[in-house]
């Protein structure tokens, strides 16, 4: 049987075990298969050879997401950023989704073209004409780096991040600042819909009203949603790694006083079959979950942050559902490598809790991590 074959059927396999899971009278018969399924062996692979073999097939970025920003003053209430690459197609009708709004605040709009090789040059210069718009020009760096160029340039008191190939709702702009000087908050975000490539409207993802502290039932992106500026003193986009949205749940939302939901739409949220998620599959920038993981702790290092026990939960999902769902399509000499970089990341942090928190997975993943036990990592993973 072809190696495709037997995943996709293990694929299948986990799909139903997670539903099974969801069902509490069926959640001891799927314990059960889990404990007569995994194997507790313990891994033999040095860490240094493990760590040759990963960056063999996906050497670090050099980026880092530890920055000092020289912030430009706040003549603006609100700068949305905009980066561009092979978007054309979408460029005109996301500028003018920003352009229309109709609001109370001072708005300026910061459209980057990331070295695109389509027309997306021509259609921003279209823009310079306009008051509170900039443009900029540079050689392609990816979405981080062209991210934190707006940012370095940004006048306003909160930021507003926009994918190229998305849109903002009507009145968007005017409900999330609204909300932000109402409540003073770091962080204002609303629900979004998503769209096809051809603009269909599908699913609206509604979010309830609330206020709350840390982030706390914020997704992990950063658009659909302003955040205070100053959020970003210290802390950017890490360049040169796909999953570079991971430093928003992990060092941006815990250092926000008050993070504030809202159900009104805001967003339109394009699928995009050539978009990162979608194409991440057999592509060894996957291992990036990884490598972005250890940025992120060596950041908590140099700012000296409180690695808090749900902080470190966050790091721990990453180095195993996120992970292995990302690189499964490596082969096992390469997840064994792989495992073992990871568990040595968990262990060498402190980042496994001394005690058993009561979610069976969870825990499960822990202690495999901690033991070096390969085939419970990968079934704990698949199974959260």
Not at 107 to 113: A, G, M, P, Q
Not at 116 to 144: F, K
Not at 206 to 227: D, H, I, M, N, R
Request: aromatic residues 10%.
């Amino acid at each position: 049987m072809k190696r495709c074959d037997i995943l996709h059927r293990r694929h299948i396999m986990m799909r139903i075990l997670r539903r099974c899971r969801s069902i509490p009278l069926l959640r001891p018969m799927v314990k059960s298969i889990y404990k007569c399924a995994i194997s507790r062996g313990v891994l033999k692979y040095s860490i240094k050879t493990a760590t040759e073999k990963v960056c063999a097939i996906s050497p670090r970025p050099k980026g880092s997401s530890c920055w000092k920003l020289q912030q430009c003053e706040n003549t603006y209430d609100l700068s949305v950023i905009i980066p561009f690459y092979k978007t054309e197609q979408y460029a005109k009708e996301c500028i003018d989704s920003v352009l229309s709004q109709t609001c109370d605040y001072r708005v300026e709009v910061i459209l980057i073209n990331d070295g695109s090789p389509d027309g997306c040059c021509n259609i921003l210069n279209s823009y310079t004409n306009l008051e509170n718009v900039v443009v900029l020009h540079r050689e392609n760096g990816g979405v981080a780096a062209a991210r934190n160029a707006g940012i370095a340039v940004a006048h306003g008191e909160y930021l507003m991040f926009v994918d190229s190939d998305d849109m903002i709702a009507e009145g968007a702009i005017q409900v999330l600042m609204a909300t932000a000087r109402i409540y003073k908050a770091d962080i204002v975000e609303g629900s979004h819909q998503t769209i096809t490539v051809d603009g269909k409207r599908q699913k609206i993802y509604l979010k309830t009203a609330k206020v709350s502290s840390g982030g706390e039932g914020l997704f992990g992106y950063p658009w659909g949603k302003v955040l205070r500026k100053d959020l970003f003193r210290e802390v950017c986009f890490p360049k040169g790694f796909w999953y570079e949205d991971t430093i928003m749940a992990t060092l941006i939302y815990p250092n926000a006083c008050t993070t504030v939901t809202i159900p009104d739409l805001v967003a339109y949220y394009r699928i995009n079959p050539k978009g990162q998620t979608a194409s991440g599959t057999g592509n060894p920038k996957s291992i990036d979950t990884l490598y972005v993981t250890e940025d992120i702790l060596n950041t908590y290092e140099i700012l000296q942050l409180p690695l808090t026990d749900s902080r470190k939960k966050q790091l721990v999902l990453q180095l195993g559902p996120y992970l292995v769902h990302r690189t499964s399509w490596l082969n096992e000499d390469s997840l064994q490598a792989l495992f073992a970089v990871a568990s040595d990341v968990a262990r060498r942090n402190h980042l496994l809790p001394s005690h058993k928190t009561g979610d069976f997975f969870f825990d499960e993943l822990c202690e495999a991590l901690a033991e070096g036990q390969y085939q419970r990592w990968k079934w704990a993973s698949q199974l959260l």
